[in-house]
């Protein structure tokens, strides 16, 4: 068996996975900021973390996947500055906080189906787990790392010795290089806020009753309240973008180990950022690209999940459009290669001695990339030499992409239907949708995409099992 080694940004190094409970991996993804659509440079660190999960599979272990969705407490800046993001989407689109959480919420589960990304095991939300937040703070505050000032509840982050090693920050650059005054409430001004009672917005629409009087909590608290209450004090795996590394995950693990007094993480894994032209694609920008925006370009979801998969996931990833276009035209190639693979392998049922040693021989293979901290880029060269490798039998190609789909989920397998090739792209999606639309019972919205899909110069015919796309 292939050992799984994996870059743990906590040691800067490689170290090879050993779980806390033998068999078992417990992971902690932190989960979107539920006040506007997801971007794809989120839905980059979503798929490298569903890849992480699915590759402790194929390792034979059984994980506990939980992701947190962000509902209140997150500010528009990082230090505790700026508005609470989901109160100012609320007031912007003239809306209920718990409107603007639903819809958001519901929109990023469409888009991580649409990716093929598991659902975690436990998904919850922060505005549900104000308890566990506040028995969090207390605890905190009876090791003596907290402090009340100006009504607001702090982390003091000079009574741990350790705070920033995981960034591996530097206290004085810290304190030299932060702007004075940001909040003079603070002792050190990169404490940050556990609880809020008084701030400065007296209009935030969700506030609950705490020892400390009626408020809301900090960001980070909900994320070490949450992974906790799911997955136990200690744990495997924490995940996330390398954005949240100098302050998020940092502050997570000062008051974690700040409340239980020992290790609380053992592996800390990052995904780089998805670069637009103009730098890290980011929601604040305003600017953004989504999943419905790519696939009015005619680009597919599984198409964006081809594209990061051929990249490692700690490089950063650069977005264009027309390097999207390439992916989906070699995707296409590829079911094309194997629709035909799984035509011509239905037809034989086993594998003879020498087809079971060499499907061995690159199972093997895949799992030793993957190993070697989840580089999906080999996986993938090696899945793309297997399918078109003449020397191979159809029924060990059809067997390896089933292996090798467990992972990546690039739908090799799945039934498609018979399209002609220069049926284009956006026409197939539409053709996808309805099809989609038929298994929900979601007539209306299927007779509208009929209407889309004739309004492009196509018709659609229902055939036993599919459809069938015809040029008017
Ligand atoms: P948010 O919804 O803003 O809390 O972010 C959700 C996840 O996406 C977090 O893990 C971020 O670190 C990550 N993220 C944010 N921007 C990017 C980007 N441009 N590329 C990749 N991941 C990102
Ligand atoms: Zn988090």
């Known amino acids: 068996m292939n050992k799984l080694v994996l870059y743990n940004t906590l040691s800067r190094t490689k170290e090879e996975f050993k779980p806390i409970e033998d068999g078992r991996v417990g992971m902690y993804a932190c989960g979107p900021t539920v006040y506007n659509y997801a971007h794809i440079g989120n839905l980059r660190t979503y798929i490298f973390e569903d890849v992480l999960k699915k590759t402790f599979r194929l390792f034979g272990y059984d994980v506990r996947h939980v992701m947190n969705i962000t509902d209140v407490g997150h500010l528009t800046g990082d230090g505790d500055d700026g508005e609470d993001k989901m109160g100012k989407a609320a007031r912007e689109k003239n809306k209920s906080v718990r409107e603007i959480a639903d819809f958001y919420t519901s929109a990023f589960m469409n888009d991580i189906g649409e990716l093929n990304i598991d659902k975690a095991d436990v998904i919850c939300k922060a505005s549900e787990h104000i308890p566990e937040m506040i028995d ?17 509840v702090y982390f003091s982050i000079d009574t741990i010795s350790d705070y920033g090693k995981l960034a591996c920050l530097r206290l004085d650059d810290l304190q030299s290089g932060k702007r004075v005054g940001i909040d003079s409430a603070k002792r050190n001004p990169n404490d940050f806020a556990l609880w809020f009672t008084k701030s400065k917005f007296q209009n935030q629409a969700m506030k609950w009753d705490s020892p400390w009087g009626v408020g809301y909590p900090g960001w980070h608290i909900e994320c070490s309240a949450m992974s906790m209450k799911y997955l136990g004090e200690h744990f495997d795996v924490h995940c996330g973008g390398v954005d949240a590394i100098p302050v998020h995950h940092t502050n997570e693990i000062a008051q974690s180990e700040a409340a239980t007094g020992r290790k609380w993480v053992n592996y800390w894994l990052h995904g780089e950022f998805l670069l637009s032209e103009k730098g890290k694609m980011s929601k604040s920008s305003g600017e953004f690209t989504t999943l419905a925006s790519l696939k009015q370009a005619g680009i597919s979801p599984i198409a964006y999940r081809y594209f990061c998969l051929q990249s490692h996931y700690r490089k950063q990833l ?13 995707l296409n190639a590829l079911h094309d290669r194997m629709d035909r693979i ?9 594998l003879s001695e020498e087809e079971t040693g060499a499907l061995n021989a690159l199972k093997d293979e895949f799992a030793g990339y993957l190993g070697d901290d989840i580089s999906t880029t080999r996986a993938v060269s090696l899945l793309n030499k297997v399918i078109s490798n003449p020397s191979l039998s159809d029924l060990v190609k059809m067997r390896f992409a089933e292996y090798a789909d467990s992972v990546l ?18 026409v197939r999606l539409l053709a996808e949708e309805r099809l989609k639309a038929k298994a ?31 040029k008017n």
Do not use: M, W
């Open 318 to 330: 650069q977005f264009s459009l027309d390097a999207l276009k390439g992916c989906q035209t070699s």
């Open 409 to 426: 989920s690039l739908d090799l397998l799945a039934k498609r239907e018979r399209v002609s090739d220069d049926i284009p792209q956006d």
């Open 136 to 152: 969090l703070i207390r605890r905190i505050d009876e090791n003596g790392h907290a402090y009340v000032s100006d009504g607001n």
């Open 342 to 350: 799984i035509e011509s392998a239905s037809r034989c049922q086993t």
């Open 440 to 470: 929900s019972k979601d007539f209306a919205a299927a007779d509208d995409l009929r209407d889309k899909i004739r309004a492009s110069g196509y018709s659609i015919k229902d055939v036993p099992g599919g459809y069938e796309l015809l």
